[in-house]
């Protein structure tokens, strides 16, 4: 018997036992279809900004085109975005 086993109480040893081990089969899977740490209203933004940056690229400079407008567009081809990601 080494020094640590005859330092331990029988009720330390029943603790010991008694802690289930973790493993695999008990953990539950994540849902794919949401990303780890990314919520839908951020993923949201994230959406938008990436369709913004699409169509400023695709007109160029325009200082006629409508701030609002494109904010407007931009944040509905977030929201069909986010309803096809949900058809995945």
Known sequence: M?????QQTPQSA???AAVPE?????QQPRPSSTP???????LRDMFASSA???????IG????????????LAFSYAD???KARGKV
């Open 2 to 6: 080494d020094i640590e086993q005859s």
């Open 80 to 82: 069909e975005m986010l």
């Open 36 to 42: 780890l740490s990314i919520s839908n209203p951020v």
């Open 61 to 72: 400079h325009d200082p006629t085109a409508s701030k609002s407008h494109l904010a407007q």
């Open 22 to 26: 973790q493993s695999a089969q008990t």
């Open 52 to 58: 913004l940056n699409g169509l400023l690229a695709s």
């Open 14 to 16: 029943q603790n010991e």
